[in-house]
């Protein structure tokens, strides 16, 4: 049975018997609602490690729009009973007052990689997601910490935290999980009206696209173009950004020897989708 554990006092011992037999820890921070592409990283998390911890916190320092954070969805019973059927060893569910308690004054915030594109559009984001990412190794000191591609920059400054601050964790990143018609599952698809959810995936087909034609040849900015007409056409309210970006510094690259990534976020029914690929 997957322990339900909500403090740190509660966790510690927990973790500290796991370590001193030997055993590996691999985490898995998520803000709940879960859904397969959740579920796949606490599978991979099974494989790669002896016991795994899932932490479900919506974290308020990551939020930029209030209406975002009331909005989303909360939904434990569901959440605990599938982390149950896929053998996760212990879900940490703390309260707000636990990760931050009166007097919390430090923030983590991550240079570079975490300024533009998500960074740009939410400022303030990557500084909630730093801080209470260093503050989930932490709280587990798990070895391992598992992150979907899905959140492409997020990765990245996860990736670069651990590097810049020496934490002694190995990050994982792991494919992204998609419906059937290439959506990628997202906790907040569920706030798609039907008429909204029949298109979300033009988002992914509309990238896809401008990627194998970059492949092929074509102009960046021109494909680029491209894939946000078709987005904008199939009844998406806006296209906040499609860009095609070096893969680890997220800066603008038309170097083709470095590993690139095309990047994009676009709204759909007030609901904010976001979605990436490699190029
Ligand atoms: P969230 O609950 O949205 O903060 O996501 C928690 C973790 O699950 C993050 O590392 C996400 O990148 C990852 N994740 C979310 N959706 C997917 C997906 N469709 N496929 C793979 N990983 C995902």
Aim: proline share 5%.
């Amino acid at each position: 049975m997957t322990q339900v554990i909500r403090t740190v006092a509660e966790l510690r011992p927990l973790v500290r018997g796991w370590r001193a037999a030997g055993e590996i820890v691999g985490v898995v921070p998520t803000m709940g609602a879960l859904h397969d592409g959740h579920l796949s990283l606490a599978r991979r998390g099974k494989v790669e490690c002896h016991r795994v911890i899932t932490t479900i916190f919506v974290n308020p320092k990551q939020f930029t729009n209030p209406e975002d954070l009331k909005k989303y969805p909360r939904t434990e019973e569901a959440d605990v009973a599938l982390l149950n059927s896929v053998g996760v060893d212990a879900v940490f569910i703390p309260s707000p007052e636990e990760v931050y308690p009166d007097g919390y004054m430090t923030t983590v915030s991550v240079g570079g990689v975490s300024e533009p594109l998500e960074g740009r559009m939410r400022p303030g984001h990557f500084d909630g997601v730093a801080t209470v990412v260093t503050k989930l190794f932490g709280m587990t000191e798990a070895h391992r910490g598992f992150f979907g591609q899905k959140d492409w920059q997020q990765l990245q400054v996860v990736l670069r935290l651990v590097r810049d601050l020496n934490l002694p964790v190995t990050v994982v990143g792991c494919e992204t999980i998609r419906e059937p018609d290439g959506l990628a599952m997202s906790s907040r698809n569920v706030r798609l009206t039907d008429q909204g959810r029949a298109v979300a995936h033009v988002l992914y087909t509309a990238i896809t696209a401008a990627a194998d034609d970059i492949r092929a040849g074509q102009s960046d900015r021109m494909a680029i173009r491209e894939a946000a007409e078709k987005v904008r056409a199939a009844g998406f309210e806006r296209v906040e950004y499609i860009e095609l970006r070096d893969a680890e510094t997220l800066m603008p690259s038309n170097d083709v020897r470095r590993p690139r990534r095309m990047l994009a976020a676009a709204w759909l029914d007030g609901v904010r989708l976001i979605d990436n690929i490699p190029v």
